[in-house]
């Protein structure tokens, strides 16, 4: 059985939905790029992550050219899909599945929404709008969401017509989570080089000695 946090049935403006804004707006300040292996896959796309607390997950596809071409938002068991060319798409998160490893794709284990759901769309937004030093990923997602709000519903929300303000790379000393794995060979290479260390200083303790001991003979 998944154990993630789910918000409460809620419909738009009840107290409910105001108590549920709060949670994901708190998620939301914990948001942040992961750095892990984001080099180009043989189909030309490289894969970029961002992560926030209680399992919030974004997932992106971009491709050589700087195309995103799908992306994966999950958080308190809602999906919202973005495929470049097609509608959006909302979900649920099977509470029957197990839980995958962070930064793991989840269209596998979803059931989608027969509609799309305009309160998971809610959710979504006040998600991203509330993500401190938003970047171009979030900003991206973010622009599609409000854009099919306001195509569907009656309420406004805020209309994002650029995004080239918004960084794609953020310096490392900005983005203080990184994953790294050393390569093999290094590692192997940095112990070679520690006992050839070791073995020089004992060389030059003998050395030593040896002299001493004659100048005392």
């Known amino acids: 059985m998944s154990n993630e946090p789910r918000l409460a049935d809620a419909k738009t403006g009840d107290a409910a ?3 549920n804004l709060g949670m994901v707006a708190d998620v939301a300040r ?18 970029l992550w961002h992560q926030g607390k209680l399992r919030t997950d974004l997932l992106s596809w971009e491709t050589r050219q700087g195309v995103i071409v799908r992306q994966e ?6 999906v919202v899909d973005y495929r470049q060319g097609h509608p959006l798409r909302t979900g649920h998160i099977r509470t029957d599945e197990a839980t995958t490893d962070p930064g793991t794709p989840r269209g596998n284990m979803v059931d989608l929404d027969p509609q799309l759901s305009r309160i998971a769309l809610e ?10 030093e938003r970047d171009f990923f979030a900003q991206h997602l973010l622009k599609h969401i409000n854009d099919t709000l306001n195509a569907g519903f009656e309420e406004s929300h805020t209309v994002i017509s650029g995004l080239e303000s918004y960084a794609k790379e953020l310096p490392e000393t900005v983005v203080k989570t990184h994953i790294s794995v050393p390569h093999p060979l290094a ?31």
């Open 73 to 78: 938002l999950s958080f308190f068991g809602l």
């Open 30 to 47: 914990s948001f942040r790029r992961v750095r892990g292996d984001e080099t180009y896959g043989n189909n030309g796309t490289r894969t």
């Open 123 to 132: 959710y979504a937004s006040h998600l991203l709008r509330n993500v401190p």
């Open 17 to 19: 939905f105001k108590g």
């Open 187 to 217: 590692h192997k290479a940095a112990n070679r080089t520690r006992m050839l260390a070791i073995g020089l200083l004992v060389l030059s303790g003998l050395v030593l000695g040896l002299g001493l001991g004659a100048l005392l003979w």
